[in-house]
């Protein structure tokens, strides 16, 4: 007689039952930026200054000297959408970048999913950033 583990029998006994357990909701958007991601961020020759409110603002000088840059940023899991709303180098709205990122207590780095926007990609998709 084939022996069966009791954690088996329990995951299998919905499909045994006819019953399908549930799918998984899909994440939701948050309603407020992450504490690990809000601050001043520098890389290599920008800054961008997360607010706790899902809004940024960027500049070309690692300091926040000059802001080049503001906009809002959505945020589902780990993936982080930016939508630039005004500035010198703002994109346009329909050119919303779309990213994966990673944060520790001291980096903070984007992969690119998607971002048509080239003076966005480049800078963010380069270098990690460091929290000032």
Request: aromatic share 6%.
């Amino acid at each position: 007689m084939p022996i069966l583990c009791h954690a088996c029998i329990l995951a299998l006994a919905p499909f045994a039952l006819g019953v399908e357990p549930k799918p998984t909701p899909p994440p939701q958007p948050l309603s407020s930026t992450p504490p690990a991601l809000v601050g001043i961020w520098t890389g290599q020759n920008y800054s961008m200054e997360i607010h706790p409110d899902l809004t940024y603002r960027a500049s070309g000088t690692p300091n926040m000297a000059q802001v080049d840059v503001t906009g809002r940023i959505r945020i589902v899991g780990h993936t982080i959408t930016f939508t630039d709303t005004s500035g010198r180098f703002a994109c346009p709205p329909s050119q919303a970048g779309e990213y994966t990122f990673t944060v520790s207590a001291t980096t903070l780095t984007f992969k690119v999913l998607r971002d048509p926007c080239d003076g966005r990609r480049a800078p963010l998709s380069t270098n990690p950033l460091t929290r000032k």
